[in-house]
Structure formats: structure tokens, C-alpha cells
């Protein structure tokens, strides 16, 4: 094998692709050879790195050091001054690598342990981490009964937002006696401001394809399918990639490594509607039908794709599975708090001085990932807000910063984790701007389908635009939570029954702008 | 085998079969869970939320007509909280509804108007966020209104799960959505049969007839027009019901009464033409058994299945019978032999029928129906329009004294008269045709084997010196549908059709059961509707299409024989291709007659 001196990961996103890093990378890479250093320095391209730098951005070790936001016209520079004579350009350094380190800290990652260190395009990279071991050993050494046994052992729960126990699920489709049993995996991230599970895909796809693995054979399904929003398209070409190297190897397939078992996985673009992430309306569009949720019972893990038993789980959800059956579940429960096992992936972003990516254990303090993964609040700037946890999600003031950030600690607030995203605001932020910003969303997003949701999205959306321009009353205010309740109550989806919260949340921490806004 | 549960509803046990939902399990012990979008003869669509009940255990209420039972299940239906969440939702529903109760033809009988009333909701507690959406005026027999639209989503239910006609759907999302046809363009240029059967089951307005109330008050109402009338079979028996009559009450004589009131030059019966369409339809019938005819001949009475057929069955528009509906034999007769025997200007005749059916609007103006001349039926008005008109005029209807038709096209045999319900035109047809082919009278007449509201209904009948007879009953269009696919297999395999001779009607219940029929026609009523045809027929003092004295005088006097030549051009018509996306005539089906 060769040896290199130092490896540059550059991290290929839609960010850094919209910044042209095709481009720079042929530029480096002629650099390189231009000095000579060709066999000296290895260029990795890679997925996310972890942290969420402006434009192109690139981490060389076993320096350790970050540069973000480089362009092509720094490639010289770069090379001279870096690679050739050992001297990192202190301009492109990423300040947050010296301030923030627990980002950058490998080892208490799960999901996104190998996220930026290995190619996600090169199959034997990800074998080269101890990849597909897990998948091995679920299908070779542990009975399915066993697996669902040691992911309810590990206490993991679903990442995408209701947060149910996951070997659970698992556990009533696993003993259905049925022709065909189906595997979702639900990559139809909606929720605003989330994007983790794009980075996970970007940075990691077999991981994911591992734990959808795990998962087909826990219940005895033969194939998989991956429903994923249509603007992910590195996403899809890399899961693309990955799906067909498995292939390959053999990894899925017929009678996979002489088991008997056969697996098979399959991507489905979705047209990008949000109440297509809710399970039942994501079935429905996997069958090539309008997204309209349907109602449960029955489960779909009793009747659900085709009415076929089908179990549906986030992409976070199932790329924690393999570390699960690789380590066990013991390994896996020191992450976390007890009631909620393991790590979270988070997306920061806001009015942080870094916004990005982190992953955390469950229970972490949401005044520590702010301060510690986010780099703080931006210079000149205060914490006045957080909307945790998307559009469907809880805004929280001040006064829940030290919550620990976990199902458990959360619903003592009447707040959720939701799909893992952190939306900071600043003391200058409008609070009836965020929520008519969210309103509108739901406005815009409901199916239609049934008369609370359609109705009621557009009732809030009508009164908050009359609070904005100051044309409203605290009547109206008051009326906004009479009409959110009843569509909690009412709706027939999680989409309808969503807005309560940020509504609730607004006013009753935040009343005193809505006193201020409105006529007497 | 089902099982029985044991759940507990407000506090008191019930036992009830498993596969029940909670709403029908309450329905069974007579409590009532206030709803909306339900209705027991469909599948729930589950939209509107308004059934929600407290169950022990779940964290938010869940909808009652989608829930099933369970062994222990506790159930609360109303409390302070769900009677708080059910108002405002329904003030949430009728903010985005148009509220013009007054003029809207659903006042009084609209469910979401009485709903509201019974909860004493202001419907302008919330703010109005009607959008304004255009009127679909396209088609003939069916305005679509979006503003009234509620969302229910039980017209597309009984338009693609019972009829089968997959012309309306969702488009759109959030407050923009709508129940709309494909591509927006109009009930006319959508696959719709007209068969009014989403009219039937809208709970509000937001699906209706488009009314010729007025037309006809203008031509009963002009000195130069003679109008005559014509009733089908069904109305008889659901006029009464708007008027406090017991359902199924037989108001032929009543209504006679009141269309004179209102002005009608002459009244007459389409009952009469129902007999005429038996002597026709079942010559024709006869000749094809006679002639070893191995496709079948299906009845053509029905306009929603004819266009149904043309749409979706066209290969098979040979099978169908030529013989034109009664309504249509009717119409052109009024401006033919009636015109001629009362020495009347066909110009100056105004052929008005009374039909329980929004597809007779269609029918009566296909292009070729017009083989008086003029359009052979002028105006066609649904059961609902005649009932708006009898209290336009001010008629006590209930108490009105009885009266007779007029003499000429009014005679009718109880074999015209069950026409009205499903299975009838087979059963009238039978006892006829049995005289035509062994020239002997049937004795048993009643042939309880086509009757009955059984999807599909199949009988065989020994018929001396031809065999065995064996037909078929369906109705409801999903039905049609599965009919129609055994005989175009059969026919692809063997050659041979399962059945002789086929009945069709494109409403489940037959007429009675009409898209034009009175609100409140579910299954329930329109199975009282048909048992009150078959005790009109059985009162009858003629039993027997053949021998109506009327029937038998119109082809001495004018048409010669059954399937004449004069017949045939008046009494006869052919059928078209039609596009499965937009209705349009693609080409003949049948050659022109």
C-alpha cells in the first residue's frame, strides 16, 4: 500500500458543489503534480466533514487542520505554503477548530463516525472501517428473533420525530406470516432546517444500506425500499453507486453469503411534498398514488406497502443499526441517558456564529451544543429563541436553555426532539415573523385531505398575517390556539396536529410581543 | 366467523362483533356520535373529524367511523373538551363554505346546515376564507360548485369505489385543493356517466342537478307551447316522501293531480312506453334466441350505463339492446302519433319528462334522439325539481284529491311499473317473452330471483320449446363492471356468453334509487321505494306488457308490429365510442338504424 504524508478530505456536498468544487479539486490536484507531490499527499474526496465551514472546505491530517471557505484562486498558496513547506495558511483556517474541538471529535460518534474520513463513493472504504461486519454477523451468526432482541435491548428509538422504540416496530411486523414483507426506508427529509439526513447519505450510504440490511432480515423482508426526496441528488447518485457495488459483492442479492436469504433494495424519487414523510402518505406515494396519509390501525407494520407488512424508519434510525449489532446493545446504551439511548445528529443553524452538522449524546444540554458544536451565538448577538425541532417542532426561550436535549427531558415542556433541527434567534428576531414563516409552511404543505388540517392551516395562516401587520387583537391571538387544539385533536395526520405546538409555544413563552403587536 | 368484543361506550358495556367500528358499534345501541363526512352505505372517507371520541389510552380523540373495535376498548362520546373540539371545527368547516342557506336546493335537507344547527354554531365565528373557485357548468345534468364543497370526499368515493366511473378527484393541495375532473376541464369533458349518484350522497349543495325548473314554468307558461308530461316509474313511489308520506307510498294518482295543477297541457305516464319498450326490446330479444345468437342482449333503459357502455365497454355496443329508453320512445311519440292523433303543430309540442335520474338530461340531448324531427324530449326534470315546483306552487300534496291521467300514452301494466326497480325490466321482459317464443301464458309471474338488492343477480327460467333462459341482474355501475367483464372474457374464450339476456341500471336499487332522486336516498329507502313497485304491481288489474290495452291499440293504429319498420326508426337507436378521458364520440359502435 502506498504511504502518504498527509490526506486532504475534501467534502463533496451540495454546498460545496454549488461553490464549484469539481473545479478546484482538478486545480489542486494539477497543483500537486505540478510541485511534485502527487505520491506525497492524497486528495480524499469525501462527504461531509463534520462541520458545516462556508463554500469548499477541506481537512487535512494527521494535521488536523480545517480550512473552509477556500477557493480555486488559493490553490497555489496552498500548496507552496502548506504542502511544500509545512506552513498552514492561517486565513482559510477554519477559526472554529481551535475553539469548539468536541466537533471534531470522532470518537463518541456513531452515525457519522466515518462522515468525512472515508470516500462514501468507494465500497471497499467503508469494508476497510469494519463495514458491512455487522451485516455479516445479523445474517450469518444471529437468528432474526435475536437482532430485534438486541435493538429493543439497545433502547433505540426512531429518529424521525415521534421517537417509537424501533426494535418494538420491528417486533410486531418480525412473527406476521406473509408472502412479502417490505423494508421503507423514509429519506423524504421535509422538516425545515433539517438536512442531517442528507449529510448522512452524502457522507456514509452504506451505513444506511447496512442497517436497512439488518432490518430486512430482523422481519423477514426481501425488499427495501429507499424513498428519498427528489433535490437529493448526490444523495441518490451515491446510494446508487453504493446499491450496485453491493451488488457486486454479493452483499445483496440472491442467497446472500449461502444464507438462503435474498435482498434486494431499491431508490424511489419522491416529488417532494412534506406529508409524504409521514409514513402511511409516503406508502401511499411509493405505490404511485396522491400522498394522502391513511388512517391506523391497521399499522403498516401490520398492513402497509401493497398490504404487505412494512416497516418504515428515518435514515438516522437504521444507520445506527449496524454499531448496534456490531458492539451489542450494551455498548451502544453508553450513549445517552437511560430512557433515551445513544447519540443525536443535529443541524444548527441560525444566528450561530458556526453554523452545521453535530452529533451528540442523547441528554446533551441545548446550551452546550450551541456553545460547544455552534461556536456560540454570533459576535454582537443574543440567544433570545431556539426552534427545536422544524416547523413541526417547539419554540423555546431562554429559559429552557439548559434543558437536557433528549424525548424524555423534552416532553416535560410539551417540547419535542423532533427531526433534530436547531433554529437559534437572535434578540432582534420577530417571534410573529417565525411563526408566520411557519404557518405559511403548513398552509403551503397540507394535502388537503381532511377538512382540520385544510382548513385550520389556512385560518392560522389568515390570523397571523392579520397579527404581522398589526391589524390583529389578542382575540385573535387566543383564537389562533382554539383552532391549533381542535386540529390537534381533529387532524387526521401528524401534519394537522403539528402546529399546535409552535403556536402554543410562541404565545405562551413570547406573549408580551403578541401584546405589543396587537390592538387593543 | 366473527367474533364478538365486549367494549365499553359512556360508561356502559356493549357487545359487538369485532369488525366493527366504533361508530357502527354505537349506531347498533342507538347512541349518536354527531358526523359529517360518514355514511353507512360507503366506506369512511374519514375526513372531516367531526366523530372524534375519546378512547382510554390514546393520547388524541380518534374518529369513530374508522376505528375498529377492540376486546376491552373504552370509549367516551362526547365531553367537555370533544363537544369544545366538534364546534369549532365545524364553525372551521363552515368558514370555508359558502353560506346561502336560503336559495341553496340543499336547505333543510344540507347535513352540514343541520349539524350546525343542532350544536347552535355561529358560522361567522371564524373568519371567511372561502376562495373563489369557478362554478363547473359544463355538463348538462351536473353542476359542480367548489365554493359549497366541503371536502367530504364521498363523491369520489361512490364515483371510483361503487360506480366505478373514475371521474372525480383530488387536485391541488392545502386550501387549494379541490374535487375537481382530470385536468380541471369540466364534468362534461370527464368520463362521468351522470348517473348523479355523487349528487345523491354530496351532504351539502356542492353537487347538484342543473334545474330546468325554469324552462318548463316558461313553456307551461306561454299560451302557444302544448306541454305534455311524462313520469317514470320511480317517482311514484319517493314524491310523497317530502311530504310526510310513510317512505314507499304510492302516489301515482296524487301526482297526476298535481302536475294538472301546475299547468301541464296533458298529463300522461312513462309507464305506458315502459310496456312499449318490453314488446320491442323483447322482440328483439326473441328474434336474436330464435336466430342462435350467442352474444347477449343487455337492456338499454338505463342513460348512465349507456354511456358507461360506450365509454368503457364499446366492443360490446352490439350486445346492447337497440330499443330506445321509454322516456326517449315516449318523446318522440308525443311529437309523432300524439301530435298527429290531436291534430297538434309537433313545433308547438313541449315534451317534458319526469325522471329520477340526472343522465336523462344527457339523453335528451344526444343528437340522435331526434327522430321526431325535433328534439323528441324537450326538458327533463329530476324527482328533486318536480318536488321544488309542486311547492313553487303552493301544493298540498299529501291531501290533494286523486286524479286520472289523460287517455292515449298513460296505460300501464305492473310490468312497466316495476321497471322502476332493479330486476324489473328483466322480470316484465320475461313475461312477455315467454308468450312470444311458446305463445302460451307464463303462469307464475312473479320472479322473485331478479329481485332484491344483491349486486348481481343471476336465474335461469325454462322456457318450452326454447330451453333454458339464463340471465343476469346488476346494479350499481361497479357491478355493471363486473358483469361486463365476464362476458367480454367469456366471448374472447368460448364465443359463448354466460347469460342470454342481461339487465343493467347504473344506480345501485335501480331507479329508485336515481341520482335524481329525493335527498335522503340511501339503500335503506330505496329498497322500500322498489318493494312499493312490486305491491303496485301486484294491485294491478294488468300484470303483463302484451296486455296493455294502450300498448296494443298504438301498434294496431300506428306502428304495425313490434320492430316494424316504423318501430325501428322511431323506437330504436345506435350507440357511439366514446374517450375514456373527456367523453367525446370517438366513432360508431353500432351501425346507424
Not at chain 2, 39 to 47: C, E, R
Request: include cysteine; hydrophobic fraction near 35%.
Amino acid at each position: 500500500m502506498k504511504y502518504y504524508r498527509s490526506h486532504i478530505l475534501i467534502g463533496i456536498n451540495e454546498t460545496s458543489i454549488a461553490a464549484g468544487v469539481q473545479g478546484f479539486i482538478l486545480a489542486l490536484r494539477k497543483e500537486l503534480g505540478k510541485v511534485g507531490l502527487s505520491d506525497e499527499i492524497n486528495l480524499l474526496e469525501t462527504g461531509p466533514l463534520g462541520f458545516f465551514g462556508k463554500g469548499i472546505c477541506l481537512t487535512v491530517y494527521p494535521e488536523n487542520i480545517h480550512y473552509e471557505n477556500v477557493k480555486i484562486e488559493d490553490v497555489q498558496e496552498l500548496v507552496e505554503e502548506h504542502f511544500l513547506k509545512g506552513r498552514p495558511v492561517p486565513r482559510l483556517i477554519l477559526e472554529a477548530s481551535s475553539k469548539f474541538q468536541p466537533q471534531f471529535n470522532y470518537k463518541k460518534r456513531i452515525v457519522l463516525r466515518n462522515s468525512g474520513l472515508i470516500d462514501p463513493e468507494s465500497i471497499d472504504a467503508y469494508l476497510g472501517t469494519g463495514g458491512y461486519e455487522a451485516w455479516e454477523k445479523a445474517l450469518l451468526n444471529m437468528q432474526p428473533q435475536q437482532i430485534v432482541e438486541e435493538v429493543k435491548a439497545s433502547g433505540l428509538r426512531g429518529r424521525g420525530g415521534a421517537g417509537f422504540p424501533v426494535g418494538l416496530k420491528w417486533s410486531f411486523t418480525a412473527p406476521l406470516e406473509a408472502k412479502q414483507k417490505y423494508v421503507v426506508v423514509n429519506a423524504d427529509e421535509g422538516e425545515p432546517g433539517t438536512f442531517k439526513d442528507r449529510l448522512i447519505m452524502e457522507g456514509d450510504p452504506h451505513q444506511l444500506l447496512e442497517g436497512t440490511m439488518i432490518c430486512a432480515r430482523a422481519i423477514g423482508a426481501t425488499k427495501a425500499y429507499i424513498y428519498i426526496r427528489g433535490e437529493y441528488k448526490l444523495c441518490i447518485m451515491r446510494l446508487q453507486k453504493a446499491i450496485d457495488q453491493c451488488r457486486a459483492y454479493g452483499i445483496i442479492g440472491e442467497n446472500i453469503f449461502d444464507s438462503g436469504f435474498d435482498l434486494d433494495i431499491e431508490i424511489k424519487i419522491g416529488a417532494g411534498a412534506y406529508v409524504c414523510g409521514e409514513e402511511t402518505a409516503l406508502i401511499e406515494s411509493l405505490e404511485g398514488n396522491r400522498g394522502h396519509p391513511r388512517w391506523k390501525p391497521p399499522f403498516p407494520g401490520v398492513k402497509g406497502l401493497w398490504q404487505a407488512p412494512t416497516v418504515v424508519n428515518n435514515v438516522e434510525t437504521l444507520a445506527n443499526v449496524p454499531y448496534i449489532i456490531a458492539n451489542g446493545a450494551d455498548e451502544f446504551k453508553k450513549h445517552g441517558t437511560p430512557e433515551c439511548s445513544g447519540t443525536k445528529v443535529y443541524t444548527i443553524l441560525g444566528d450561530v456564529a458556526y453554523p452545521g452538522l453535530c452529533e451528540v449524546d442523547m441528554g446533551t444540554p441545548l446550551r452546550t451544543i450551541i456553545n460547544d458544536y455552534a461556536g456560540g451565538m454570533k459576535k454582537g448577538f443574543k440567544f433570545k429563541a431556539a426552534l427545536v425541532g422544524g416547523a413541526a417542532g417547539v419554540i423555546l426561550s431562554d429559559r429552557l436553555l439548559d434543558v437536557n436535549m433528549d424525548l424524555v427531558s423534552l416532553d416535560e415542556y410539551s417540547a419535542v426532539l423532533g427531526s433534530g433541527a436547531i433554529l437559534v434567534m437572535n434578540e432582534h428576531q420577530s417571534i410573529v415573523d417565525i411563526l408566520w414563516s411557519i404557518l405559511r409552511f403548513f398552509r403551503h404543505e397540507s394535502c388537503g385531505q381532511c377538512a382540520p388540517c385544510k382548513n385550520g392551516t389556512q385560518l392560522l395562516y389568515r390570523l397571523i398575517n392579520k397579527i404581522k401587520k398589526g391589524e390583529g387583537t389578542m382575540d385573535d391571538v387566543d383564537m389562533m390556539i382554539t383552532v391549533a387544539e381542535t386540529m390537534q385533536y381533529t387532524s387526521f395526520c401528524a401534519l394537522g396536529q403539528s402546529p399546535i405546538m409552535a403556536v402554543r409555544s410562541a404565545i405562551e413563552n413570547f406573549r408580551d410581543e403578541f401584546i405589543a403587536i396587537t390592538k387593543e | 366467523m366473527v367474533n364478538n368484543v365486549n367494549v365499553w361506550i359512556d360508561g356502559k358495556e356493549y357487545e359487538v362483533p369485532e369488525n366493527m367500528t366504533i361508530i357502527e358499534a354505537a349506531d347498533k345501541y342507538g347512541i349518536y356520535i354527531p358526523r359529517l363526512c360518514y355514511h353507512p352505505d360507503l366506506p369512511p372517507t374519514a375526513n372531516c373529524g367531526v366523530c372524534v371520541v375519546e378512547l382510554e389510552g390514546a393520547p388524541v380523540p380518534k374518529r369513530a367511523c374508522c376505528t375498529p373495535v377492540a376486546q376491552g376498548m373504552k370509549v367516551v362520546t362526547n365531553s367537555l373538551k370533544l363537544r369544545s373540539y366538534r364546534k369549532t371545527l365545524v364553525e372551521m368547516i363552515l368558514s370555508n363554505h359558502e353560506v346561502v342557506c336560503p336559495t341553496c336546493v340543499a336547505n333543510n335537507k344540507c347535513e352540514l346546515q343541520t349539524l350546525a344547527n343542532n350544536m347552535g354554531i355561529d358560522p361567522y365565528a371564524l373568519p371567511n376564507i372561502v376562495s373563489e373557485k369557478e362554478v363547473d357548468l359544463s355538463s348538462y345534468s351536473i353542476i359542480r360548485d367548489p365554493k359549497k364543497c366541503i371536502s367530504c370526499g364521498r363523491c369520489i368515493t361512490v364515483c371510483n369505489e361503487v360506480q366505478t366511473v373514475y371521474a372525480l378527484t383530488n387536485s391541488a393541495r392545502g386550501i387549494e385543493s379541490e374535487i375537481t375532473t382530470a385536468f380541471g376541464r369540466g364534468m362534461a369533458l370527464s368520463p362521468c356517466v351522470n348517473c348523479g349518484q355523487c349528487t345523491v350522497y354530496c351532504p351539502t349543495g356542492a353537487l347538484r342537478e342543473r334545474s330546468e325548473v325554469d324552462d318548463v314554468w316558461d313553456a307551461i307558461l306561454d299560451p302557444d307551447k302544448h306541454v305534455i308530461v311524462q313520469e317514470a316509474p320511480s317517482i311514484r313511489v319517493s314524491l310523497g316522501e317530502e311530504f310526510g308520506l310513510p317512505l314507499g307510498t304510492v302516489t301515482a294518482k296524487k301526482m297526476y293531480a298535481a302536475l294538472r295543477k301546475i299547468g301541464f297541457d296533458s298529463v300522461m305516464d312513462t309507464n305506458f312506453t315502459a310496456d312499449l319498450t318490453i314488446m320491442e326490446e323483447g322482440t328483439e330479444c326473441v328474434n336474436r334466441l330464435k336466430a342462435g345468437e350467442k352474444r347477449p342482449l343487455i337492456t338499454s333503459c338505463s342513460p348512465g350505463w349507456v354511456k358507461f357502455m360506450e365509454t368503457y365497454y364499446p366492443d360490446l355496443a352490439d350486445c346492447v339492446s337497440t330499443a330506445k329508453s321509454p322516456m326517449s320512445m315516449f318523446g318522440v311519440l308525443s311529437k309523432t302519433f300524439y301530435a298527429e292523433e290531436h291534430n297538434i303543430d309537433p313545433a308547438k309540442i313541449v315534451s317534458v319528462a319526469i325522471m329520477p335520474c340526472t343522465a336523462k338530461k344527457f339523453e335528451a340531448r344526444r343528437p340522435e334522439l331526434r327522430d321526431s324531427g325535433y328534439q323528441d324530449t324537450d326538458y327533463v326534470l329530476t324527482t328533486r325539481e318536480l318536488l321544488r315546483m309542486i311547492k313553487e306552487a303552493g301544493i298540498d300534496f299529501a291531501n290533494i284529491a286523486e286524479e286520472e291521467p289523460d287517455e292515449g300514452m298513460s296505460f300501464y301494466s305492473g310490468a312497466g311499473t316495476i321497471f322502476g326497480a332493479t330486476g324489473g325490466v328483466m322480470e316484465a321482459a320475461i313475461r312477455s317473452a315467454y308468450t312470444l317464443v311458446t305463445g302460451e301464458e307464463l303462469e307464475n309471474i312473479d320472479i322473485c330471483a331478479v329481485r332484491g338488492f344483491e349486486g348481481i343477480k343471476e336465474a335461469t327460467i325454462n322456457i318450452p320449446g326454447f330451453g333454458d333462459l339464463k340471465v343476469a341482474v346488476a346494479h350499481g355501475l361497479g357491478n355493471a363492471r363486473k358483469v361486463m367483464d365476464r362476458v367480454r372474457a367469456s366471448l374472447a374464450e368460448t364465443g359463448e356468453s354466460p347469460w342470454h339476456f342481461i339487465e343493467i341500471m347504473a344506480c345501485p336499487g335501480g331507479c329508485v334509487g336515481g341520482g335524481g332522486q329525493p335527498y335522503g336516498n340511501d339503500i335503506a329507502s330505496r329498497a322500500r321505494r322498489g318493494l312499493a313497485l312490486y305491491e303496485e304491481d301486484c294491485s294491478l288489474p294488468v300484470r303483463k306488457s302484451h296486455h296493455n290495452p294502450e300498448v296494443q291499440r298504438i301498434y294496431e293504429k300506428y306502428l304495425g308490429a313490434p320492430n316494424s319498420p316504423l318501430a325501428h326508426k322511431l323506437l330504436h337507436t345506435n350507440y357511439f365510442k366514446r374517450s375514456i378521458s373527456d367523453g367525446s364520440v370517438v366513432s360508431e359502435a353500432t351501425k346507424k338504424h
